[in-house]
């Protein structure tokens, strides 16, 4: 499993813009249409994690009451200081900003340790060891 997320990570960081720029470039979406998109998936996103977190604490004997106090008690933990959806915050603002491009984002400072493991072994694991090696 570490081999196949690390693989996939970096996968996202090759292939960072190539949406970007055929939303862009080949279908000219307008800033506003890729404003109001943005906007349309954080509602969508929040409203859909949370029918699914509480439909996860209902199957697991949560009442309606307990459920809604659970989502209280959390509520810190996603949208407090340092919280998890919190945290996204700036890169959606950078995102919105007009000029905004994928390519300006950096690579994660691991990366090149683990493209230099697979090059020289072909082998995912010892590039995924390399990546977490290079991390800490």
Known sequence: MRALWAWHAIEEMEHKSVVFDVMTSVTRISYRSRIGAMLRVIWQLNRVTGYFTDQMLKADGFNWIERRMLKLKNLGWLYGFNGVKSRMIPGIVRYMLPGFHPSKIA??????????????????????????AAAS
């Open 107 to 132: 690579n994660l400072h691991n990366y090149p340790s683990w493209v230099a493991e697979y090059e020289r072994s072909a082998d995912p694991h010892l590039a995924s060891a390399a990546l977490l």
